[in-house]
């Protein structure tokens, strides 16, 4: 109980001035893997590719915002089921979407679907109105 303390033993690494180690724990560095708000965020939106875009564009499509909630409910109940790549037919118009991305990869109307097959899809979902 008598023996002196040395500077060193309590501390054996050197400390720099000004830099506080109180609050900080083993393995919790601000480099933690935090979630942060922008990140889910953008984990709930539906993106467009910019090939849907320009589809979307020369077809003449505008999606209303009751379509965009109808497209996107249609995403969870595919991402529910596992589905990778789906079609979604939403009264005269095609989205192909990548689920896990909610991403609209191209887009048509009735007259562009017609005679046409669909390819690299593993799932469908049609959205009455």
Do not use: C
């Not at 309590?10 to 601000?30: E, H, V």
């Not at 939106?45 to 564009?57: G, Q, T, Y």
């Not at 789906?86 to 191209?106: C, E, F, G, K, P």
């Amino acid at each position: 109980m008598n023996e002196p303390i040395r500077i060193g033993a309590l501390y054996p690494g050197k400390i720099q001035p000004g830099i506080s180690t109180a609050g900080k724990r083993p393995g919790n560095s601000d480099t933690s893997s935090t979630v942060e708000f922008k990140d889910v965020l953008q984990s709930k939106l539906l993106h467009f590719s910019n090939h849907a875009v320009k589809r979307l564009e020369q077809r003449g499509i505008e999606l209303k915002p009751e379509q965009i909630q109808k497209i996107e409910s249609a995403i969870e109940h595919a991402a529910a089921k596992g589905a990778k790549d789906s079609l979604i037919l939403l009264q005269d118009m095609a989205l192909i979407v990548n689920v896990s991305n909610r991403t609209v990869v191209t887009a048509m109307d009735g007259s562009s679907m017609k005679d046409n097959v669909f390819t690299q899809i593993d799932s469908a979902v049609i959205i009455s109105s």
